[in-house]
């Protein structure tokens, strides 16, 4: 599968709070018993268990429900912020 996600990627999803994101820590490739129900998953359809970055709660997924997250990049401060490097005088 193409879009397969890896143990340790960073990935995001939506729920009823908002974004959510946080790291796979887990690959299903068969139907496993979680909280009480039968989640079904196969080597074609895998589900993800993810860790929260925010409450560190475990959540399963579907990779059709997540959204790789790149890499962590820094914004640019735009040039008419008053606290951007440009606009600080000494």
């Not at 079904?40 to 959540?59: F, M, V, W």
Request: net charge positive; hydrophobic share 35%; glycine share 6%.
């Amino acid at each position: 599968m193409a879009d397969a996600f890896k143990v340790g990627e960073h990935v995001s999803w939506n729920s009823e709070a908002g974004r959510v994101s946080g790291h796979i820590v887990a690959v299903h490739h068969q139907d496993f018993d979680w909280k009480g129900y039968t989640h079904h998953a196969s080597a074609a359809d895998p589900q993800y268990e993810i860790k929260s970055d925010k409450t560190e709660h475990l959540a399963v997924h579907k990779g059709r429900a997540l959204r790789r997250i790149e890499g962590e990049r820094l914004r640019p401060w735009p040039s008419a912020c008053p606290t951007s490097p440009s606009a600080i005088r000494p």
